[in-house]
């Protein structure tokens, strides 16, 4: 008997914890019309649960451990909803949910921490914009999609060549990331280099405010852009049938045009996906007339596979995209520039490969652990009167491995590993490094503690860059950072999150090595193999609300650079472009940002924005370059059934606080007015969209254009979107 009873106690210990766990199930409808909806993802974030919805709007989670959680239902544009429920031992609690379309929308973001969690339960600041919102923001280049995001302005040399500045942090302290993989262009290089991006093509686009090195290197120091595809997250699920999108997209002031479609097919536990499509601007018109080759075009394409098992899952894609776009005003800081402008364009392909394999629970203390392997291959041209006068190539395999712990009482949290190796060179008459190979690995962890109601953070990150330049001094860097956190629940719906980031940022190939005249950032640039690693000490305090009726945030950022690298203008002019060289001194960046939607009446909503940076040299007290101006918005959303009204006015203050080598900015103020109209359906979405922007063709330039003196920016235009989204 006794040999029986033990055969049988791994059966008993199995059947005993299968009755201490509960489960959930429900429906998920539409709102008014009362019909189920399919695939929509019911998430418990806390417990990195999530499954989606069948055929009549059911789902059922099983195997949750006790206790009290929030779930959220996500559906596209829908409006998230989130509601608490308490799971018992051995049995299963019902929970429906009804989604509609509403102004303030749940953020769900998977950048902050590299898990999903909602923005508002995130330590770090972030911004979350989804789908259909990106849908009537379509453009050629990154810094034009982000540019009216709290915290975000756009550094360009012209419309094609724009990138998102962070709290006034640009180029190589500002990570864009793919799909939670560095996109592999050269945009942080030069102020004339583009970040290619369709924005219609993307399910959500993150922006993370402030220092995000632990999980993703010494080049976030200022933050992360993430652009989300949606087809190589962790925890993509395995749905039967076909899904997609179709958006369109007209406008005038730049003659914009674009048309972009995709979908995806699930058979079983496969998916198949392809998307393609482009955007087309001509040469903008302002105020003061038309800037002469301004104009640029993006094509893509992509296309990939995945298989998703209970256990095991992988999937794989391949994309490429190609472009021009034009410089303005180029050919006049040529150390012998031509009598008339001649036309300087740029022309890329970016051709990326992409493996992304996953295990559920591969350990008993593991939930889950991701590897994910990304190639990318980024080769551009600098034309002058179509010939080809520099080729640049850019070569970089990137890899990451993560291991989410399993949640143990209060203990949560993940750890991993990542490593790149990028091969860099330059051809022809604007060389200004040799080739140069750079290998960069590092080990990092973050941890989770929760002692109710308050939740902590902590983690580190240990990253070795090195350099190896053909014919000059080979470098290396090793540097430690880390981060403690705090997150306090205040009222309902209210919370405080502080922050303290210690970060290093090893010194950029540009800033190390180059040397020679460079257009791009209208110097003549001189670098420095001797720099030391940055180290940086921050606070970020931020206070938020999210209600049915009010969301607002407002955050508090002061960061203290030591050796801080910057490009310092000598006093001497050489190729007629004045003379700049590579060094390192101590500054620090202060700064505010706040945002407030408020419903004052049930169809109207207030919307107000603010953000302010001051960046400065500490010993003598000299602004930095190319800091943005103070900015508010103000606006409102009027609603009626499914029709928006949206005016708004952008209001920019004149920028004093200059580097000696700029030149002030006035301000400038700009009326706005977007509207939509929205049908919603059981298996689609059509969004009519329509903006009017600068309606008073207002004259004013952006500070952080390398070329304001010469080109304003956009006067007044308007643009026609229609957007379907069916599954």
Avoid: C
């Avoid at 990326?352 to 590897?371: I, Q, S, Y």
């Avoid at 600098?382 to 712990?405: C, H, I, M, P």
């Avoid at 460079?518 to 606070?539: D, Q, V």
């Amino acid at each position: 008997m006794g040999t029986h009873w033990l055969l049988a106690l791994p059966l008993l210990i199995s059947t005993a914890w299968a009755q201490a766990e509960g489960g959930l199930r429900g429906q998920v409808t539409l709102e008014g019309a009362g019909k189920p909806l399919h695939h929509a993802t019911i998430s418990i974030l806390k417990l990195n649960r999530s499954v989606e919805t069948d055929e009549d709007g059911m789902y059922e989670l099983r195997g949750l451990p006790p206790g009290v959680y929030d779930v959220v239902a996500h559906l596209h544009s829908f409006t998230d909803s989130r509601r608490a429920v308490a799971v018992g031992a051995g049995g299963t609690v019902t929970l429906d949910f009804v989604l509609r379309l509403a102004p303030v929308r749940e953020q769900i973001t998977v950048t902050a921490s590299g898990r999903e969690q909602t923005a508002m339960e995130a330590f770090q600041s972030v911004t979350a914009i989804d789908t259909l919102d990106l849908a009537h923001k379509s453009a050629t280049s990154l810094g034009e999609v982000l540019q009216n995001e709290p915290g975000v302005a756009k550094r360009s040399f012209g419309p094609g060549t724009s990138r998102p500045v962070i709290r006034g942090f640009d180029g190589d302290r500002v990570l864009v990331l793919r799909d939670g993989m560095p996109t592999g262009t050269l945009s942080s290089q030069s102020g004339d280099h583009g970040e290619p991006v369709d924005a219609t093509t993307l399910e959500r686009l993150e922006v993370v405010r402030g220092p995000a090195t632990l999980l993703y290197g010494s080049n976030a120091i200022g933050g992360v852009v993430n652009a989300i595809t949606g087809h190589h997250q962790a925890h993509q699920h395995p749905h039967e049938g076909l899904r997609g999108h179709l958006t369109t997209n007209a406008g005038s002031g730049n003659a914009h045009a674009g048309a972009s479609a995709g979908f995806e097919y699930g058979v079983k536990q496969w998916l198949f996906w392809g998307h393609g499509g482009g955007q087309r601007t001509g040469d903008y018109r302002t105020p003061l007339g038309t800037v002469p080759n301004s104009g640029a075009f993006l094509d893509h394409a992509s296309g990939g596979l995945g298989r998703y098992g209970e256990k095991l899952a992988f999937n794989a894609g391949y994309s490429v995209e190609n472009g021009r776009y034009g410089v303005p005003f180029a050919s006049r800081f040529e150390a012998e520039p031509p009598p008339e402008d001649e036309p300087v364009d740029l022309t890329f392909r970016r051709h990326n490969l992409r493996f992304h394999a996953g295990a559920e629970k591969p350990a008993a203390w593991l939930d889950r652990f991701d590897l994910i392997a990304n190639y990318s291959s980024w080769n551009h041209n600098e034309l002058s009167e179509d010939a080809v006068q520099t080729r640049f190539f850019n070569k970089q395999f990137s890899y990451r491995g993560v291991f989410e712990q399993r949640r143990r009482g209060r203990l949560s949290g993940s750890f991993g590993f990542s490593g790149m190796r990028r091969s860099y060179k330059a051809i022809g008459a604007e060389i200004l490094a040799p080739p140069v190979t750079h290998d960069g690995v590092a080990a990092f962890g973050l941890e989770e503690i929760e002692v109710a109601p308050v939740r902590f953070q902590l983690g580190g990150r240990l990253e070795r860059n090195a350099y190896d330049p053909t014919g000059l001094r080979q470098r290396s860097f090793t540097g430690l950072s880390g981060a403690a956190g705090m997150y306090l629940p205040l009222w309902s719906g209210g919370a405080l999150a502080a922050n303290y980031s210690r970060a290093f940022r090893a010194p950029a190939l540009e800033e190390l090595y180059n040397r020679g005249p460079h257009i791009g950032n209208l110097a003549f640039e001189i670098g420095n193999p001797n720099l030391a690693g940055e180290h940086s000490h921050g606070l970020d305090l931020s206070v938020r609300h999210q209600s049915a009726a009010l969301r607002a945030e407002a955050n508090l950022f002061s960061y203290w650079l030591d050796d801080f690298v910057f490009l310092a203008p000598t006093g001497q002019v050489r190729d007629r472009l004045m003379e700049a060289a590579y060094l390192q001194a101590d500054s620090r960046y202060r700064g505010l940002e706040a945002r407030l939607d408020a419903r004052v009446h049930s169809a109207l909503w207030l919307n107000l924005g603010l953000d302010v940076v001051d960046a400065r040299l500490r010993a003598a007290g000299t602004p930095l370059p190319r800091i943005p101006p103070v900015r508010g918005r103000i606006g409102f959303d009027a609603r009626y059934k499914q029709l928006s009204l949206r005016p708004g006015l952008v209001l920019a203050n004149a920028q004093r606080k200059i580097f000696p080598s700029e030149t002030p900015t006035a301000g400038y103020a700009l009326v706005n007015l977007d509207a939509s109209y929205t049908i919603p359906r059981q298996h689609f979405i059509h969004v009519f969209a329509a903006s009017l922007f600068n309606a008073g063709d207002r004259l004013y330039r952006n500070h952080l254009s390398l070329i304001k003196e010469l080109a304003p920016e956009i006067g007044r235009g308007v643009k026609f979107t229609y957007s379907l989204r069916f599954f």
